[in-house]
């Protein structure tokens, strides 16, 4: 392979597989000028193979690598391995930014906060690489089953909702003036812990089946849920004892509790991601009631 076809070859795996924004960005990753980046890629812009974001036409992206001379894709990639390396990248970045919003709560620190909520632009970016990967799929295998390819997008659209929730949790450094009270933020913190372990869990019951783990991921859902109840409780014994002719008091009860919430909300979504794995791998569809109301 030459140089030229080596270094086209890096590129288009930093776009599939690193979620790259902007050319200069992969540039300092290969270590080379963004005016080479761009000159390798504009034919491929140009011809719609990459398209908005540094999103990849997969369809494309086989004629490519089948151009690239002494290169050899293995037998056993398909378009759907690169949609679940996707789908794993993805959820190791909202890992990390439910890992940097709740720092910015503990260290109360408003700049790790905007951090924090920054990260979340590349979260939405994720979630449209994967739809139009997902299309792609579809169009190139005329056998896969169609409700089954558009399950990736599911799971895409609800580590997106995480991402969201992340946000709440970061935005009660920003619009609060308050630290929040230590029994409460005890149980945050185990909210946290258990939260982190509930997105893996349903995110290898989706990418390797593993989806006899339903059992665990509801036990430590429930436990999410008893320490929301607890929180409430206590957010409602400081609630009796505030006067709310402080509007700056009023709020942080308000924000403290979408803190929590989100907490909720995040377990809640992993037990549905579950629910999807279930479907995907062991064809059980998914129940139709709302889950607050089973």
């Given at each position: 392979?030459?140089?030229?076809?080596?270094?086209?070859?890096?590129?288009?795996?930093?776009?599939?597989?690193?979620?790259?924004?902007?050319?200069?960005?992969?540039?300092?990753?290969?270590?080379?000028?963004?005016?080479?980046?761009?000159?390798?890629?504009?034919?491929?812009?140009?011809?719609?193979?990459?398209?908005?974001?540094?999103?990849?036409?997969?369809?494309?992206?086989?004629?490519?690598?089948?151009?690239?001379?002494?290169?050899?894709?293995?037998?056993?990639?398909?378009g759907n391995v690169i949609?679940?390396?996707?789908?794993?990248?993805?959820?190791?970045?909202?890992?990390?930014?439910?890992?940097?919003?709740?720092?910015?709560?503990?260290?109360?620190?408003?700049?790790?906060?905007?951090?924090?909520?920054?990260?979340?632009?590349?979260?939405?970016?994720?979630?449209?690489?994967?739809?139009?990967?997902?299309?792609?799929?579809?169009?190139?295998?005329y056998h896969s089953q169609?409700?089954?390819?558009?399950?990736?997008?599911?799971?895409?659209?609800?580590?997106?909702?995480?991402?969201?929730?992340?946000?709440?949790?970061?935005?009660?450094?920003?619009?609060?003036?308050?630290?929040?009270?230590?029994?409460?933020?005890?149980?945050l913190k185990k909210m946290?812990?258990?939260?982190?372990?509930?997105?893996?869990?349903?995110?290898?019951?989706?990418?390797?089946?593993?989806?006899?783990?339903?059992?665990?991921?509801?036990?430590?859902?429930?436990?999410?849920?008893?320490?929301?109840?607890?929180?409430?409780?206590?957010?409602?014994?400081?609630?009796?004892?505030?006067?709310?002719?402080?509007?700056?008091?009023?709020?942080?009860?308000?924000?403290?509790?979408?803190?929590?919430?989100?907490?909720?909300?995040?377990?809640?979504?992993?037990?549905?991601?579950?629910?999807?794995?279930?479907?995907?791998?062991?064809?059980?569809?998914?129940?139709?009631?709302?889950?607050?109301?089973?």
């Amino acid at each position: 392979m030459s140089k030229k076809d080596k270094t086209l070859k890096e590129i288009l795996d930093i776009i599939l597989y690193e979620n790259p924004s902007t050319q200069d960005e992969i540039a300092e990753r290969l270590g080379i000028t963004r005016r080479y980046v761009n000159q390798l890629l504009q034919p491929l812009v140009k011809d719609g193979t990459i398209k908005r974001a540094y999103t990849i036409d997969l369809k494309s992206y086989e004629s490519i690598a089948q151009s690239l001379s002494d290169y050899s894709r293995p037998k056993n990639i398909k378009g759907n391995v690169i949609v679940n390396d996707m789908l794993e990248n993805m959820a190791r970045h909202v890992h990390s930014q439910l890992e940097a919003s709740f720092n910015s709560v503990l260290e109360y620190d408003e700049q790790k906060a905007k951090k924090a909520l920054e990260m979340d632009f590349a979260t939405n970016n994720m979630v449209e690489k994967i739809r139009t990967s997902v299309e792609t799929i579809v169009s190139m295998d005329y056998h896969s089953q169609f409700s089954k390819s558009l399950l990736y997008n599911e799971i895409a659209y609800d580590l997106e909702r995480i991402g969201d929730y992340c946000g709440h949790i970061a935005k009660f450094v920003i619009n609060d003036i308050y630290e929040i009270d230590e029994h409460i933020m005890k149980n945050l913190k185990k909210m946290y812990n258990i939260t982190q372990r509930m997105i893996p869990v349903s995110m290898k019951a989706f990418i390797e089946g593993k989806t006899e783990l339903k059992d665990d991921l509801m036990e430590l859902n429930e436990s999410v849920h008893i320490l929301q109840n607890k929180s409430i409780n206590l957010i409602a014994e400081q609630m009796a004892e505030s006067s709310f002719d402080e509007k700056e008091r009023s709020n942080y009860f308000i924000y403290l509790f979408r803190v929590v919430k989100a907490f909720k909300r995040m377990g809640d979504i992993s037990v549905e991601m579950m629910d999807v794995a279930i479907e995907f791998h062991d064809n059980i569809p998914r129940p139709t009631t709302p889950r607050t109301f089973r």
